[in-house]
């Protein structure tokens, strides 16, 4: 007969269901004797946010979206035709979108923004100075003791030119713009993973001056994509141009000194004259076969050009009157509210843990 093994009995801290269900009915009577606290709670955390939220200013949203065109810029025909001119290969059409959106919020970009003049208001200024008056920024830092940045009016674009003041203030405005940290911008950008659209979407406390900074944002956003996108090939057209031109008007020159030769021969052509003549008809001949060359080389350098040039398709524009954003108090008392109470509610449970715990014996 084989020994039975010996039975022990459960270990005195070993946690059984009806511990459990225990506990809970024990927290949960806990809470109902407390209930006018956690309801207190609940009402004074609502009322709190709800108040602040009436007190939060009306803001105004505009958004503008566009699209990059992304199809190929020329494939192996273009290359091999670029080859031929010493041009090198073919264009990438694959433009980085998250590249656009990097630029969107650096400082070269939204300092030609901030210096670019809008109308607010029937008023036309630096975007920067109204956006100084649309937060009342000069009040801020006068109550700050920055009486020299109150006091600061941006003349001129050169940054060169610039007093140290000058330059913190903008990169201050710099950051209003685009956040950092914490704190949203007036101004974000994003794009639609499905479709590949930008969104460059704007809100401040200014309705023309919403609809203003995506309109400014987007404009040197573009002109200074396309302008380093391109800045390769537009030099060699330049330079080819250039070329072209220079041969077109020595072959110009070239043909009425052999004109003005013959003419002067008057039809009676000694061996002297036959000598220059022929040297400016050979010299003719090989103009025209440089500036024929040169010509097939500044069609195919301007084709280049045109394919590599990045095509921005704006699908909608922010217009008056634009989207008012109005702080719901409703629902920011609801959610204070909501939070208030598990908050004592975990604050309750908490203690009386801790009450227990320290009320069994060591």
Known sequence: MEPQSPQYPYADNELTLRDVLLGIISYAKLLWRRKWW??????????????????????????????????????????????????GGGASSEYNLEKIVELSKSQLIMQRVLLDTISVGGTEDR?????MTVYDLRAQWRENGREDWATVHFAH???????????????????????????AGLLNTTIDPNTNILRMRG????????QQIVEKAYQHLSEF???????????????????????????????????????????????RDRVKIDRLQRKNQLLN?????????????????????????VVDRPFLPLGKINPSWFNAALRAGVIAIFIIMGGLVCWRIIQKTLEQPR
Not at 127 to 131: E, F, G, N, T, V
Not at 157 to 183: A, F, N, P, Y
């Open 225 to 271: 994509y396309v302008e380093k996108v391109t800045a390769g090939p537009r030099s060699t057209y330049r330079k080819l141009k250039t070329r072209t031109d220079s041969i077109q008007g020595a072959l110009q020159a070239n043909e009425i000194a052999l004109a003005s030769s013959r003419d002067a021969s008057l039809g009676l052509i000694q061996a």
């Open 289 to 313: 076969v440089m500036y024929g060359e040169a010509v097939k080389n500044l069609a195919t350098a301007e084709f280049t050009l045109s394919t590599m040039t990045p095509f921005f398709a």
């Open 127 to 131: 975007l920067a100075h109204h956006l």
């Open 38 to 87: 956690i309801l207190g709670a609940g009402l004074l955390g609502a009322a709190i946010f709800g108040y602040l939220a009436t007190r939060q200013p009306v803001t105004y949203q505009g958004s503008l979206t566009f699209m990059l065109n992304e199809e190929e810029g020329g494939g192996g025909g273009l290359a091999s035709i670029l080859g031929q001119v010493g041009l």
């Open 157 to 183: 674009d050169s940054l060169d030119g610039w007093t140290r003041t000058e330059r913190k203030i903008i990169q201050v405005l710099h950051k209003k713009l685009v956040g950092g940290g914490s704190e």
């Open 203 to 210: 809100e401040s406390l200014h309705e023309e001056f919403t």
